[in-house]
């Protein structure tokens, strides 16, 4: 599995270009003014890992595949969204099929790119995309109640459902006080649990130390996760070879671009581990869920590999560099023989025993 990304935003603060420069496309139509992106653009990318790269060195592998992110580019959303202003109802509806949200704000001045609201504030441009995101699950969890005789809903669930719609009316968050809970709102479709990131979109200057937009961000919202991009930087690196992109990174001090700083971000987020195969055919990332049971990581490369799960034998990538390859590895004891109750670790090498 890899995950994906929505990019959501109000209009002309850098959505299309920060996706452009992620994807190293020019898929999404960057201009002045609202509503240039109305279908969203779909862009999906490698998320480049130097221990697979190594792995597929050390074991000649003929073929190297990582893992990936898809980055969606949603529409500009404005104020009243929740009741179809804008483009409000399909934006909601396209945030409703990604794992993560990535909340981009704008945090620089320009005379030359106007903003929706005529001013620079990115903290109120924040509240306005979680009221109209609250809103929006305020009205299905108050259509889902007005449907319960016709549903299957349990009357756990509806107690749920009552819970929530008396948080949202109350102005607060949705609090979930288990998986059960999570697992059952995520299933019914509702925004404002999914998880986040807010990504501050700032001038060069910015980049190391922020700025008053940003100072104003992390007050307001101190339990996010927050991070500075430069959607302009961003785009100049997406268009150079390794070599000139390297360069220009240590003449401007960049020691991450926003994509690396997006991936790390996002697999701690979502908690998500990698493991790896690796053989003379073909070395691979793979992604889990922290705390992943081997049959079922296992599963991630085939389906009947679980059902026909015998053992997993593992090594960690370390051990894998330090002495070159699984064999090695086995001979000086380095190598695991692990059983249906194994919880992978991020960097595990897996070799999975089936049953025929």
């Known amino acids: 599995m890899g995950f994906k990304c929505g990019i959501v935003g109000l209009p002309n603060?850098?959505?299309?270009?920060?996706?452009?420069?992620?994807?190293?496309?020019?898929?999404?139509?960057?201009?002045?003014?609202?509503?240039?992106?109305?279908?969203?653009?779909?862009?999906?990318v490698d998320v480049v890992d130097e221990r697979l790269d190594k792995l597929s060195e050390l074991s000649k592998s003929k073929k190297k595949i990582y893992t990936n992110i898809t980055f969606v580019d949603i529409a500009g959303l404005v104020q009243g969204a929740s009741k179809g202003e804008g483009l409000g109802n399909k934006f909601l509806s396209h945030i409703r099929e990604v794992d993560a949200i990535i909340h981009l704000v704008r945090c620089f001045d320009s005379e030359k790119?106007?903003?929706?609201?005529?001013?620079?504030?990115?903290?109120?441009?924040?509240e306005i995309?979680?009221?109209?995101?609250?809103?929006s699950d305020l009205d299905l969890i108050q259509k889902k109640l007005e449907k319960v005789k016709k549903k299957s809903f349990t009357e756990n669930e509806i107690n749920i459902l009552k819970d929530k719609l008396n948080q949202l009316s109350d102005g607060g968050e949705i609090k979930l006080n288990n998986s059960?809970?999570?697992?059952?709102?995520s299933n019914i479709g509702l925004l404002s649990i999914k998880p986040?990131?807010?990504?501050?979109?700032?001038?060069?200057?910015?980049?190391?130390?922020g700025n008053i937009y940003t100072q104003q961000v992390k007050e307001k919202y101190p339990k996010d996760k927050i991070i500075f991009i430069c959607a302009d930087i961003e785009d100049q690196l997406s268009g150079l070879d390794k070599s000139e992109k390297e360069t220009f990174m240590q003449d401007i001090g960049l020691v991450k671009t926003g994509l690396n700083k997006l991936i790390k971000e996002g697999?701690?987020?979502?908690?998500?581990?990698?493991?790896?195969?690796?053989?003379?055919?073909?070395?691979?990332?793979?992604?889990?869920?922290?705390?992943?049971?081997?049959?079922?990581?296992?599963s991630v490369i085939h389906t009947d590999f679980e059902k026909n799960f015998i053992r997993a034998e593992a090594v960690t990538c370390e051990d894998?560099?330090?002495?070159?390859?699984?064999?090695?590895?086995?001979?000086?004891?380095?190598?695991?023989?692990?059983?249906?109750?194994?919880?992978?670790?991020?960097?595990?090498?897996l070799y999975f025993r089936v049953n025929p």
């Open 13 to 44: 603060v850098g959505k299309s270009t920060l996706f452009n420069a992620l994807t190293a496309s020019k898929n999404a139509e960057a201009a002045n003014f609202p509503f240039c992106t109305i279908d969203p653009n779909i862009g999906i």
């Open 113 to 126: 790119i106007t903003h929706v609201n005529s001013k620079i504030n990115p903290s109120e441009d924040l």
């Open 129 to 135: 995309i979680k009221t109209e995101i609250s809103l």
């Open 180 to 185: 059960e809970e999570e697992k059952f709102l």
């Open 196 to 209: 986040k990131i807010i990504v501050c979109n700032v001038d060069e200057e910015s980049l190391s130390k």
């Open 267 to 298: 697999y701690d987020l979502l908690n998500l581990d990698t493991f790896f195969t690796s053989g003379p055919e073909e070395s691979r990332a793979w992604t889990v869920k922290k705390n992943t049971i081997a049959p079922k990581a296992a």
């Open 320 to 349: 894998f560099f330090k002495y070159g390859s699984a064999e090695k590895c086995k001979e000086l004891g380095k190598l695991r023989i692990e059983g249906k109750d194994y919880i992978v670790k991020d960097g595990d090498v």
